[in-house]
């Protein structure tokens, strides 16, 4: 059995990973991805926690958090086609703001 400090650095590595993505990119659509990959880090260690422990309940709990992050991919979607036919871009950083 893998010892479950393993899990936790990869874990730590991918949601690094995702911080650095947010932090430094300004395409909305890479955004997303990096949330998504920080969310998945959440979702490592939960599974890894929940089989270590012997129940389902982080299991259980990992998939709501994708079912979450779906729904998430799913309005963030929207939201940048919508700034793509406003502005041409999914850059963050063009549009100052929002409005019909």
Known sequence: MVPSSYYIVLSAAVFCIGVYGVLTRTNAIVILMSVELMLNAGNLN?????????NLQGQVFSLFVMALAA??????????????????????????????
């Open 46 to 54: 939960l599974v890894a926690f929940s089989a270590q422990v012997g």
């Open 71 to 100: 729904a998430e991919v799913a309005v963030g979607l929207g939201i940048f086609i919508t700034m793509y036919r406003e502005f041409g871009t999914v850059e963050v950083t063009k549009p100052s703001f929002m409005r019909w």
